[in-house]
């Protein structure tokens, strides 16, 4: 009997305390600061971009960063119906990314691709606002993909 209680105390311990496991905050890797930024390509997505990356970087930080983006954009026909009128647009935007770090001149790139698709209406401007939508949230999404491994590059330099 005492040694059924001493197993059931012990495996209750087991289960019961914390494996120490913490979980990570994304804002403490976020160790830089971007001094300068330039761009080339596509404007509208560069403009964007450049204001998400600058929003996202820490104003008081050890690590000064300079970053060149390349951004390019691809629109190629995704379905067609029977009438050979095209149903579908897919989007490709390529960026990239190459990060200096000033205080030890080391250089590293990647390449940030992201792509999406959007119908055709019936009316003109309504596709080109379905594109810009597209565009936005793409561009949304490259900006967080290139924040975090703009962090992680910058913790393994």
Partial sequence: MRIINYFIIFGLLVLLSSCGFKVVNESDFMNFKITNLTSSGEQRINYRLKNLLLTGSQENNEN??????????KKEVKEKNIKNEITKYKVIIIVKVEIKVLDNLKVDNFVVKKEGEYSVSTKHSQSLSNEKKLINNLVVDL???ILNKVSLKINDI
Avoid: N, V
């Fill in 64 to 73: 000064l960063i300079t970053l060149d983006l390349r951004t390019q954009k």
């Fill in 143 to 145: 900006g967080e993909i």
